[in-house]
């Protein structure tokens, strides 16, 4: 009899690959949506220029978006239901045709959120026969592998019946977590056309220009914006493959007489601690619960399950500090794994649960962060942000002040980034370290010093412009200047400017131009 290393290799080996399989729907599926965003940002700028070339104000062609051109709308439809061979796209064309609403004349901004509708409709029809397909190929898989794996590992011939298509249907059809996965694949495509004809109105109401209008929809695909098409489709797609995998093992426990099996998680960063603590654990293969203890247990669960009755001698496991992979004791489980690791290595796993734990919320800043100082003044994507936020302090601490003098307006957005960080860097080394006319060592430099330093166009105060000061005049001040001494600090008066620094701690506190 094979060695329980094999039983996980080889379920490991079976998940990875239908997960590959997976990826491949999943990026079709984005790809889809892709095109559905591209032809809303084709309807706007359609229905855009179709005033601005009349000569119409801007102010002027938006309030007349909410305004009738119910013929032309009626025209679209008739020619969106001639384009489509889908059932339900064209029963739904058809309704909205008929609704009284187009005998009182719609909008053209609800024959745009409309239009959203279909499109996105038909995404998810298609959506629907791509993941049946891999959800099918996902049972029978995993059912025969699992069958034939066990022949093999047992040296016994083992004699079983097809699984019956009918049988794979059922697996299908049933639902898991209150819903089956075409009731899925619309309550997530329901959100996206909601969030999308949302995004239309918010624009055409506030104003927005056709670009901005565009460029958010299509940041909506992207992982840039919290909720977006891409990351929801990778979870749903994954989860659903997970399941439907573990379905047909089960399937094939159930059909070859397996009695009991073990439940094996990963050994790496990204095992959380619920799934960690059912490693190695024995169940019944008739009292296998779904997310209790089968897999999987949560979205993008990645566990698998073997037949109980062997031993293991050796796993894998992998090293989270190099990311390499390597043999551990077979009889380890993942709560003794991670016992086992180093300072370093422990350090390195809780910072990576850190970054799973707070990935949603890393995305919402993300996004948050590039709204208010722009894609040229951020790291050029989300994971070298990420990177930036866990790996490197000092810069993501000077990320955060400028984030947050640029949303105040105590810098303008003149200011790049890549200024803001080479100024903070000269005054370090031009000032900091030195002694001033009255001997006192400067320290350090606050958030509100290099505020001071580069001015604004609008101080959210006074309301009035305020000019920027020099290192070299700084530096003159200091060393050369006149010294006042207050009660809670120094101030130091040099010919184009005044420095005020914490007499205790040899802050600079703010300067400011004469």
């Known amino acids: ?177 209150g819903h089956n996965y075409s009731e899925r694949v619309w309550i997530h495509n329901d959100r996206f056309i909601q969030a999308v004809g949302q995004t239309i109105e918010d624009g055409i109401i506030s104003g927005h220009s056709v670009s901005r209008m565009t460029d958010k929809l ?42 009991q099996y073990r439940f094996v998680a990963a050994l790496s960063e990204l095992t959380c601690d619920r799934c960690g603590s059912l490693d190695g654990s024995v169940f019944d293969t008739d009292k296998a619960v779904e997310g209790e203890n089968f897999p999987p247990i949560h979205p993008r669960c990645r566990c698998v399950t073997i037949m109980a009755d062997v031993n293991l001698t050796s796993r894998i496991a992998r090293d989270p500090l190099t990311g390499e992979n390597y043999k551990v004791d077979g009889s380890m489980t993942f709560d003794e794994w991670k016992n086992s690791l180093s300072d370093e290595q422990r350090n390195a796993l809780e910072l990576h649960v850190k970054q799973m734990r707070n990935s949603s919320a890393d995305k919402k800043q993300y996004a948050q962060y590039i709204s208010i100082i722009g894609t040229e003044n951020m790291p050029k ?34 200011t790049s980034f890549g200024d803001y960080k080479s100024y903070k860097e000269k005054i370090e080394t031009d000032i900091i370290g030195l002694t001033t006319v009255d001997g006192v060592e400067i320290k350090s430099q606050s958030k ?35 010294t006042k001494h207050r009660k809670d600090c120094l101030r130091y008066f040099g010919d184009n400017c005044v420095v005020s620094v914490n007499k205790d701690n040899g802050n600079l506190i703010q300067t400011n131009p004469r």
């Open 381 to 414: 994507t989300f994971d070298d942000f990420r990177n930036l936020k866990y790996n490197n302090t000092d810069e993501w601490s000077l990320l955060k002040d400028y984030k947050q003098s640029r949303s105040s307006n105590m810098i303008s957005a003149f």
């Open 218 to 259: 299509i940041d909506y695909v992207k992982d840039t914006a919290p909720g977006g098409i891409r990351t929801s489709a990778e979870t749903l797609v994954r989860s659903e493959t997970a399941h439907f995998m573990n379905q047909g093992q089960r399937m094939a426990y159930e059909e070859i007489g397996i009695k």
């Open 448 to 482: 509100h010093f290099i505020e001071r330093v580069f001015g604004t166009g609008e101080d959210p105060k006074t309301h009035k412009a305020r000019n920027g000061v020099e290192i070299e005049d700084i530096k003159t001040a200091l060393l050369n200047g006149t």
């Open 1 to 177: 009899m094979k060695s329980k290393a094999y039983w996980v290799k080889r379920a490991v080996e079976v998940e990875t690959y239908l997960q590959s399989q997976a990826d491949s729907v999943k990026d079709g599926v984005i790809k889809a949506y892709e095109r559905a965003i591209k032809n809303v940002n084709n309807d706007i700028e359609k229905t855009f220029k179709a005033y601005i070339s009349t000569d119409i104000p801007e102010k002027e062609a938006r309030r007349l978006m909410s305004i009738a051109d119910s013929d032309k709308q009626y025209e679209e439809l008739l020619e969106l239901y001639d384009e489509t061979d889908d059932k339900t796209v064209k029963k739904e064309i058809l309704n909205r045709i008929n609704a009284q609403a187009y005998g009182a004349r719609i909008s053209r901004l609800e024959g745009l959120k409309r239009n959203v509708y279909i499109y996105f409709r038909h995404v998810a029809n298609e959506a629907i026969k791509e993941q049946k397909k891999l959800y099918d190929s996902a049972v029978k898989t995993a059912y025969y592998t699992n069958i034939f794996d066990t022949a093999q590992g047992l040296n016994c011939g083992i004699d079983f019946p097809l699984v019956p298509q009918k049988a794979v249907n059922k697996v299908l059809s049933e639902p898991w977590h």
